[in-house]
């Protein structure tokens, strides 16, 4: 049996890649892993997709009867919950039955070692192989199984990393949340009513169709709806997070996208202005208006390649003011190395009652100091044709020009990014997790950034 580990975790279509026999195959090849480092604890639970419930509980009495100590979540949970949970309560890892953002027919494990952040390549190798060898672990006594509240721990510790008194000082927040039928469903909206909020939940039910969501990613095409109950609502900000709320979506009070690039850029702008230090760390594919901030806050800025097991790596090395990435996963330095949709969306929250204006209004003033960048991604679906042609005309070749323009610096740390000027670039890479060639591009325009996509689509389709 043949697994492979994508950016984040093994993922695919149910029935068809991803079945019970394979999922187990991959909890006993974990349960093997855990026994080799020293570890007989793990942390359970999934998100709200098709068998993730039935999958947790049968992977806790699978443990159990290993000598593990499983504790398996009471409900669906948010992938930064668990995280959090392991890290509480000592544990020696992780197993959350998610796919995260991909379309509903997914279905997936990601798993995270003590620390709570992503497997780094070390384990998932050794997890392949382990798949590959068909070795079983032996049964062992003194295991359990423990029904587990992992989410009120959680919401108790998040008060570490927010300013419970500017929350206080308003009477004023009015949050419209779409839980996109996901596992934060009560978990951010009971923290916002704690914190004195109002609050309107759309999508607050499990679905594991996602209302009809093709592709259940909290971007700006799938939050239409969040953004017209802002305006017709008046509400301060529009929250959304992804199935496992490990990612965050974003509307300002006039129910208008704030893309992660320009979230980002503010937050730091504002943890820097109240005396926070440290090194921003961000992904490859995530814009550069970001660096623009921390450098005028004399922060350093560090590139990782794509995946926040990179970036969760920055992270547990210390040292870390903020790291995140374009996709809408962000984590601060002193809270877990994995990323926290929940923990972004009260983040964006308090920057609302601390300045008295809405994020719309804070992006207006942060462009005027720092100019303005555009970033857009597009997907393209990749055929093995398409594959081997961009293989080899740009992984293994230097492209001079891209879209008609001179290339004047080229960046392998993650696909290939072909720096134009100070303010323009692309990259393409090929998504880890889904059949896709992935088009990033950076520039002052957004009809800049359509040519040069569309430019790139088109000549990656004349095969």
């Known amino acids: 049996m043949i697994i492979k580990f994508g950016t984040s975790g093994w993922r695919g279509v149910i029935s068809r890649e991803f079945t019970w026999d394979k999922a187990m195959a991959v909890v006993d090849a974990i349960a093997l892993r855990l026994k080799e480092t020293g570890y007989n604890s793990i942390a359970i639970g999934g998100d709200c997709r098709f068998l993730s419930p039935e999958l947790a509980e049968a992977t806790a009495e699978r443990m159990a009867r290993y000598g593990f100590k499983a504790y398996v979540s009471e409900r669906s949970v948010p992938t930064p919950v668990l995280s959090h949970g392991c890290r509480k309560r000592g544990l020696g890892g992780v197993i959350n039955f998610t796919a995260s953002h991909n379309p509903p027919m997914y279905n997936g494990i ?21 798949v590959e060898s068909g070795i079983l672990p032996e049964a062992a006594p003194g295991g359990l199984v423990e029904k587990t509240d992992f989410i009120t721990p959680y919401l108790k510790d998040i008060n570490e990393f927010i300013n419970l008194d500017t929350f206080r000082r308003t009477d004023s927040l009015r949050v419209v949340y779409d839980a996109f039928s996901g596992a934060g469903s009560g978990v951010l909206d009971r923290k916002l009513i704690e914190l004195g909020g109002s609050v309107r939940v759309l999508n607050g039910k499990r679905d594991p169709l996602f209302a009809g969501r093709q592709h259940p990613e909290p971007n700006e095409q799938c939050l239409l709806d969040l953004s017209e109950s802002v305006r017709r609502s008046g509400a301060s900000l529009g929250l959304a997070t992804d199935g496992d709320a490990d990612r965050f979506g974003i509307v300002d009070e006039n129910g208008v996208y704030v893309t992660p690039h320009d979230f980002m850029a503010l937050l730091v702008n504002y943890l820097a202005e109240s005396g926070y230090t440290g090194r921003v760390v961000r992904s490859i594919t995530t814009g550069s208006l970001l660096d623009r901030v921390a450098e005028a806050r004399g922060l350093q800025v560090v590139v990782t ?7 969760g790596a920055e992270i547990l090395r210390g040292g870390v003011l903020l790291a995140g990435e374009e996709s809408g996963g962000l984590s601060l330095g002193t809270h877990v190395p994995e990323k926290d949709g929940v923990l972004a969306g009260l983040l ?4 609302v009652c601390h300045y008295g204006e ?14 303005r960048l555009y970033n857009t991604r597009l997907d393209l679906p990749l055929e093995p044709e398409m594959k081997r042609y961009i293989v080899d005309n740009l992984f293994n070749k230097d492209m001079k020009e891209a879209a008609g323009l ?8 993650d696909g290939v990014q072909l720096v134009i000027d100070e303010n323009t ?26 040519r040069i996509s569309s430019a790139l689509a088109e000549e990656f389709r004349k095969i």
């Open 425 to 450: 670039w692309v990259l393409v890479r090929l998504s880890g997790t889904e059949p896709l060639a992935r088009i990033y591009v950076q520039s002052q325009s957004p009809v800049e950034n359509e």
């Open 406 to 413: 001179p290339v004047q610096e080229v960046n392998r740390i």
């Open 305 to 311: 390649p794509v995946g926040f097991k990179y970036l």
């Open 358 to 371: 809405g994020l719309g209004a804070l992006l207006n003033k942060l462009w005027t100091t720092y100019g």
């Open 110 to 130: 990601k798993f995270s070692p003590f620390h709570g952040g992503p497997a780094d390549s070390d384990d998932t190798d050794r997890i392949e192989s382990l």
């Open 348 to 351: 964006a929250a308090e920057m």
